[in-house]
Nanobody, 119 residues
Framework: QVTLVESGGGLVQPGGSLRLSCVAS????????VAWYRQAPGEEREFVAH??????TSYADSVQGRFTISRGNANSWTLQMESLRRDDAAVYYC??????????????WGPGTQVIVSS
């Protein structure tokens, strides 16, 4: 079992920055993908960014150049968000998908952290 906990959400003004963290505990497989998703009220959950265990990253077009996903120390990952816009406001979720047999494809989710962008 893997448990994920996000932190770092809060209120920020348009144009501001915020850093989200995701910490994982439990039995983490050697190959995996960690992703950030977000869900605004009344909207579908959407992909934001991901990073593989080898360090490869990918971003949604809407955040490319503004957000950076990275791995921190010991099973933690961050999402650095710059130049935040009102439409970035959402609950941000961290996920970890195993890419290692026998749990290949199994995905764990954190409870989410809310980001509010408002002046």
């Amino acid at each position: 079992q893997v448990t994920l906990v996000e932190s770092g959400g809060g209120l920020v003004q348009p144009g501001g920055s915020l850093r989200l963290s995701c910490v994982a505990s439990g039995n983490i497989d050697p190959y995996y993908v960690v992703a950030w998703y977000r869900q605004a009220p009344g909207e579908e959950r959407e992909f934001v960014a991901h990073i593989g265990s080898g360090g490869t990253t990918s971003y949604a077009d809407s955040v490319q150049g503004r957000f950076t996903i990275s791995r921190g120390n010991a099973n933690s990952w961050t999402l650095q968000m710059e130049s935040l816009r009102r439409d970035d406001a959402a609950v941000y979720y961290c996920s970890l998908e195993s890419r290692t047999i026998p749990r290949f494809g199994t995905t764990w989710w954190g409870p989410g952290t809310q980001v509010i962008v408002s002046s």
